[in-house]
């Protein structure tokens, strides 16, 4: 599938004593991907959850390539990995404003859970809306 | 009243692209003060919200004097302000190791609200204990 | 002077136990406003860097009115308060998406230090720029 | 080896709306447990940084098992894969202050890179230290 992509401007808050974006928010920008690439399909993560649906983090992995600076405005692609059977596994691409350089990959793999932290199978809507727009690839 | 004592240790996180100590992570260092304080008292944050009350910060405010460095072992003493009618406040300030520098000094007021985000006076059981360890003073 | 805005998007990783965006994060849009704002005038706070000028806080403060909630669009607003001399100071407010809610307001003041962490005048090209951006009132 | 193990109490800044730790907070532990194992060995990462040598994530990666709550106080467990050859790289297990619900592992691989972004092969003093602490599995 054709990656979503947002962007992100790195602020001083993002930095470390390095000079580069700290490892662990690379980890807010994925979910920062994956939250927009949601709402450009009409479905906000808050409507999930106001059906009751919780989808928490089951495993996170980022691979870094290129540091990320101050300033810096980042491309985040992100897409929706089909093969990937229960749950829902986004893939990450963080690339430079100019395309050139990528910063980083990863992956996050989240479980459905309800409101009583029980996990359940992906509710339909959310499987529908996953399919319909990522169907034609 | 005599400030209450514990300590943190500054981590790359914490940092910033100045090599510094980013300035909205004090207020961070600020609650671990007044949560670590209140524990000692034998009253921890997290029984204060069993008991369906909720201290929101209403306003926070830091002075930063000397800058806070990676791995600094931060001293963080805080103390309540009873002359402060109205919810709760507390104030802080952030000594080096060897306590010859004061990284900043700040407060913060917290309001007192219930469940349902209403504002309530504080509860007697919190204000006997913030009178009984600030009493003699 | 007509206040700069400028959005954010308050993400998962800003929000707190109690479901509200957590106090210091605010800090952050705060930085985000003032960033922002320089930039519509021209001049990149990395830019200041390269000029090795720094403008790391001396004082922050902030006052809490609405809880900001999960996935809330805010609107940052930035003005400076060209009545403080010495340094700078930038007075935030931030606001519903609707315009109809005031979350918070606050400021930062900021010196002016050179590499070498001595504190130094504000440098004309700085004042120029901020006098040229707030004469009309 | 036998992994070292620090603590670290969750406070509400950790925290998400969900009422967990937030899942990119995980690698600020993670750096906990790696920066207090070298200050255990007599080689803080500060001292590293003193010798001209970083170790940026060149990768990192969590499971989350049970979700982290406020005031968890969480075991840190932290060893290095000795088998893993390059650079360095750093295995952790977040345990319950019970020691009996796992609630992530994890690992990071670390680059050695100088002081102009290059990458090197670990130092000597460096390798040393960790054959000195695993050698006796």
Known sequence: MPAY???YRVIYGDTDNMGYGYYANYLRWFE???AEMLRSW???YKMIETQGIFLPASEARCKYMHPVKY????IIETSIDTSFKGAVKFDYRIRS???QKIHAVGFTKHACIDRNGK???PPRFLMEII?????TE
Chains 1, 2, 3, 4 share one sequence.
């Open 5 to 7: 992509q947002t962007t």
């Open 32 to 34: 920062i991907g994956r």
């Open 42 to 44: 009409g479905l906000s």
């Open 71 to 74: 300033d810096d405005l980042l």
């Open 97 to 99: 404003e100019d395309g």
């Open 119 to 121: 996990v359940v199978r």
């Open 131 to 135: 399919e319909k727009n990522t169907e």
